[in-house]
């Protein structure tokens, strides 16, 4: 089946504490990003990659970062991670943007 | 940049009646249009789409529309269902850089 996987659905933690949110898709397609989804604020992108050691910076890309070593994965890394950073965040991938971006199920952040 | 504005924020129809969503963009070179449907505890999942060469597309009870003049597009939902109750996203994106432009999305409640 066609997905993108994140790890972990859930996941709480402290002020500092490094965590890394995974995401991996079996479509081999070239485009990955992330975004975050927080009440009345809708979708922003926090970083994308075009394609293998290819990444840049989406809307709000403070606080993260991200790598890009093989086509399928492009983890999410919170180093320092802050309270601010509480939200839902998606993994989505596309195929150079054509036939629409496939998501995630989502990782619901809460850090304390 | 592109700034993408989409409106109703909430939208609430009898069950049966059509709904309809509209979308403005700001960017002239924008040429690709998707909508995406983010139902509870999901990510948002493409439900259509349209690009720039076309004024109109239909998928059974969806329609979007583009006008192009005007920079706007407006998605149709017809004979609304329980099931189409969700939030409905609108974006743009120039085909050169695959970045979606995202609108604030929005609620649509079908009242049985």
């Known amino acids: 089946e066609a997905q993108v996987t994140q790890n972990p659905r859930y996941l709480i933690t402290v002020t500092g504490k490094k965590l890394t949110v995974t995401c991996s898709q079996n479509?081999?397609?070239?485009?990955m990003s992330w975004y975050r989804q927080d009440p009345g604020l809708g979708l922003r992108q926090i970083y994308y990659s075009m394609n293998v050691e290819v990444t840049d910076k989406g809307d709000v890309p403070e606080g993260y970062k991200v790598s890009r070593k093989e086509k399928r994965n492009f983890p999410l890394i919170l180093e320092s991670p802050s309270p601010n950073q509480t939200s839902l965040y998606f993994c989505?991938?596309?195929?150079?943007?054509?036939?629409?971006?496939?998501f995630g199920s989502g990782t619901r952040l809460t850090v304390v | 940049g592109e700034n993408v504005e989409q409106h109703p924020s909430t939208l609430s129809v009898q069950e049966g009646d059509s709904a309809v969503i509209k979308c403005t963009y700001s960017d002239s070179a924008s040429n690709y249009f998707p909508w995406y449907k983010q139902e509870l505890g999901k990510g948002p999942q493409l439900i259509i789409d349209?690009?720039?060469n076309v004024g109109e597309k239909k998928d059974q009870r969806i329609a979007v529309t583009l006008n192009k003049t005007a920079k706007h597009f407006s998605l149709h939902i017809t004979e609304t269902q329980p099931e189409d109750s969700a939030v409905y996203f609108c974006?743009?994106?120039?085909?050169?850089?695959?970045?979606?432009?995202w609108g604030a999305g929005t609620k649509l409640i079908i009242k049985p």
């Open positions: 989505a991938s596309s195929f150079r943007g054509e036939g629409g971006y496939t």
């Open positions: 349209i690009r720039s």
């Open positions: 479509m081999n397609h070239e485009y």
């Open positions: 974006a743009a994106a120039l085909d050169s850089n695959y970045q979606l432009i």
